[in-house]
């Protein structure tokens, strides 16, 4: 029953955390937006800035990286043999994070030098 409790909390915490921040980085995106063309600050720089997008690919990519080596990380805490109330459940999902940043890394750096080869 613990574990359970033990995996929802961070869970719940950060998917309100992610869905506040997505909310309010959307409304921010857009008043932004929309100031600079109501003073009247569209040249050909502030049109780059305005239409210049997030990579969603490489975002998704990245969460859905974090996510699986969380899941990963969570699956190995559900071993039995491994005590919860010790610190070593916080190394590995530690680990497991990072591992999963890291692959995130490893293929942004190489997508991107794909990209400025055929530049």
């Not at 997008?53 to 490489?58: E, G, L, Y």
């Not at 990380?73 to 916080?90: E, K, Q, T, V, Y």
Request: hydrophobic content about 50%; overall charge positive.
């Amino acid at each position: 029953m613990f574990f359970n409790e033990f995996i929802m909390v961070p869970i719940v915490v950060g998917i309100i955390f992610f869905s506040v921040v997505s909310i309010f980085r959307i409304i921010t995106d857009y008043q932004l937006r929309r100031k600079m063309i109501q003073m009247g600050h569209v040249d050909r720089e502030a049109i780059a800035i305005l239409g210049k997008q997030r990579n969603s690919r490489m975002e998704s990519l990245k969460w859905g990286l974090i996510i699986l080596f969380a899941g990963i990380g969570f699956i190995i805490l559900s071993f039995p043999g491994i005590d919860l109330d010790s610190p070593l459940p916080f190394g590995i999902m530690a680990v497991s994070i990072a591992i999963g940043f890291l692959a995130y890394f490893g293929i942004s750096k190489r997508m991107g030098d794909e990209d400025s080869k055929e530049r």
